[in-house]
């Protein structure tokens, strides 16, 4: 099939050329709220696709919108047949998949079909896959889980190393970050994503968290997960809670003077605090924000990429190889709790009600890289 090449400038998101006239602010609110459809970071995700989508359009001679299925198909192979300076694949498998959900969310907007729909792309992907697969380029790479020991001793190294005032902020911050995150199964986006008003204590189940949109809550219409008390308060994740709370309250009151005076007259964390009432923070604040090395809190959230750093420095610094080191990251901790789930006999369904994730396919995933002797025949063959 010949494409005929169009000479295009690189250009935004087309409006449908038919349809009824309405008024501008009605255009505007209705440009809104698809907007607001998708959660922010997907928004930029598939604004960064669709403009290189549209940029090697016009580098081609080719239209963007709407695109051919011939014109994406070979948009593909021309990624697929990247390759950086090392002499590796450019580009995952995945990546590409997510470029094919752009162009069509675009298409969609504008009134158009969606590329990806058809059998052209869709072959083309799976050939894509299959020349991957066969040449072992790219294994899908999913990060090393952090089960309860993993965290425990992270933590407990944590603490240990603390000298002063500025290093317990950061302590007691990343000691949130790690318990929290692993009871709630958080991804890395969504203790990003968390405000100080999210979050609140609960007399019998210990801290509920609010999840006003996830990855799996696309319609944003939020979750609640609840991280229980534990027996032990160095594991305790409504106790990390609430000694980090309250170093937020006494910044955001007093500023760096009330954080000083806060930590210099704590008494030693030697029990339970879990059951004192929370101090008042303010509700739209960011829960994890950034610290400077002086101990000096920031107004600017924690970002993903700050969250997966965290992660690996605490690891490091309490004694674990950098080859283990470098298999962790963002997502460590909530693969940790569904492989731990799993270890300890949970079932999909009640894994699932704490992650959120919507088809046990994906809790079978967990269970055949990161725990396979579980179910399986080979630990009652008789060796």
Known sequence: MTIEP????PSGPVTASAGPVLPTEVVARIAGTMQRSRAENTRRAYTSDWDRFVTWCFSHGH????????????????????????????????????????????????????????????ATLSGIRRDYADNGDRPRRQAAPLLVDDVVTIVAAARQAVTGWAPEVLERRDTALLLMGFAGAFRRGDLADLVCGDVSMHRLD???????????????????????????????????YLRWVQVLAAHDTYGRPGVIRLLRNAPPFDGHVCKGAAPRTRARSSLFRSIQKNGNLSETALSG???????????????????????????????????????????????????????????????????????????????
């Not at 709407?66 to 192979?77: D, G, N, R, S, T």
Request: hydrophobic share 40%; glycine share 10%; proline share 6%.
């Open 6 to 9: 169009v000479n295009e400038a």
């Open 63 to 122: 239209t963007s919108l709407p695109a051919h299925p011939m014109v994406v198909a070979a948009y593909l192979i021309d990624a697929a047949d990247t390759y950086t300076e090392a002499g590796d694949r450019a580009y995952a498998p995945a990546t590409l998949s997510r470029w094919v959900a752009a162009i069509g969310h675009h298409h969609r907007r504008g009134g158009h079909p969606a590329p990806g729909g058809t059998d052209i792309v869709a």
């Open 206 to 240: 210990g801290v509920h968290v609010r999840l006003r949109r996830s990855k799996s809550d696309q319609e944003g219409e939020g979750t609640t997960r609840a991280l229980p008390f534990t027996t032990s308060h160095t594991s305790c994740p409504p106790c990390a």
């Open 305 to 383: 990429a700050a969250i997966h750093k965290a992660i690996r420095r605490r690891a490091g610094q309490a004694g674990y190889d950098p080859a283990v080191v470098a298999q962790l990251g963002g997502h460590s901790l909530r693969a940790g709790f569904v492989t731990q789930a799993v270890r300890n006999g949970r079932n999909a369904q009640a894994i699932m009600r704490q992650t959120g994730h919507t088809s046990p396919a994906m809790i079978e995933v967990y269970t055949r890289e990161n725990a396979p002797l579980i179910a399986n025949a080979v630990t009652d063959i008789g060796l």
